[in-house]
């Protein structure tokens, strides 16, 4: 499993803030889908299930290893495997790919999204975001309840 760009080294409290952020794009993607009104394209909101994905990623990579991802984004989730190795669940890193791999067409993509693809992608974050936060409170017991409690529903 090669990286391909070099990772960016990360001081040991980085992932606080990463996960912070995480909790804050799934919250505000949450809120979106929820009370989503006809007119708005939902690919607004499937870009904050994109950015919640990759700051869950970072906050995981930045835990273990002291490193996050830079520019390439498929990248993160082969760092994550290499910081995680066979603790990354192949349902979860392939819903991260594919949350990931809509990266550039919900951000810079001209077709009007559907609703019905961002509550897909919702139901995928949720599965990982738990995941996630559960790896986190293993790694540090107590330490992830107090980061950010207000941004969880």
Do not use: C
């Amino acid at each position: 499993m090669t990286i391909t760009n070099a990772p960016k080294p990360v001081s040991a409290d980085h992932w606080k803030g990463r996960l912070s952020k995480a909790r804050g794009f799934l919250r505000v993607a949450r809120t979106a889908v929820e009370f989503h009104e006809p007119g708005y394209d939902p690919d607004t909101y499937r870009a904050n299930v994109v950015l919640a994905a990759i700051a869950y990623i970072d906050t995981l990579t930045a835990a273990l290893r002291r490193q996050v991802n830079q520019n390439d984004h498929q990248s993160a989730v082969k760092l994550l495997r290499a910081a995680m190795g066979n603790k990354l669940p192949n349902a979860v890193e392939n819903k991260l790919r594919d949350i990931i791999g809509q990266k550039d067409q919900v951000e810079y993509g001209a077709r009007l999204g559907r609703l019905e693809e961002a509550s897909r992608m919702m139901e995928d974050i949720e599965a990982v975001a738990e995941w996630a936060e559960q790896q986190i409170s293993e790694i540090f017991p107590g330490e992830s309840n107090l980061i950010s409690a207000s941004t969880r529903d």
